[in-house]
Nanobody, 123 residues
């Protein structure tokens, strides 16, 4: 049974940092395409950062220079380090897995989803 379990969300002030964790079980995070998505209230779910099985990383323009996706293969865990958080970063954050990034990364391409972790940033 595949499970993606996120943690690390919370409420912070603008300018502070959080690190989200996604523990993957029943699936190899090392050999697959892992993406962090987020969805604000009343908004569409959007990809924030993606890491493919070759180590290539993509970050959305809105978070470049502030967020970093990386993984610990030994722990089968993917992280999202979020620095200099802004109120616009407030959203539910989801970890998602699919076998291959080359097919495109979007909510429709994802095979497995985590339950989400809430991030709230106040000004």
């Amino acid at each position: 049974q595949v499970q993606l379990v996120e943690s690390g969300g919370g409420s912070v002030q603008a300018g502070e940092s959080l690190r989200l964790s996604c523990v993957v079980s029943g699936y190899s995070a090392r050999d697959s395409c892992i993406t962090w998505f987020r969805q604000g209230r009343g908004e569409a779910r959007e990809a924030v950062a993606t890491r493919d099985s070759y180590g290539s990383i993509t970050h959305d323009d809105s978070v470049k220079g502030r967020f970093t996706i990386y993984k610990d293969n030994a722990k089968n865990t993917v992280y999202l380090q979020m620095d200099r958080l802004q109120p616009d970063d407030t959203a539910m954050y989801y970890c998602a897995a699919q076998s291959w990034c080359g097919q495109g990364v979007s909510p429709a391409s994802v095979t497995f989803w985590g339950q989400g972790t809430q991030v709230t940033v106040s000004s």
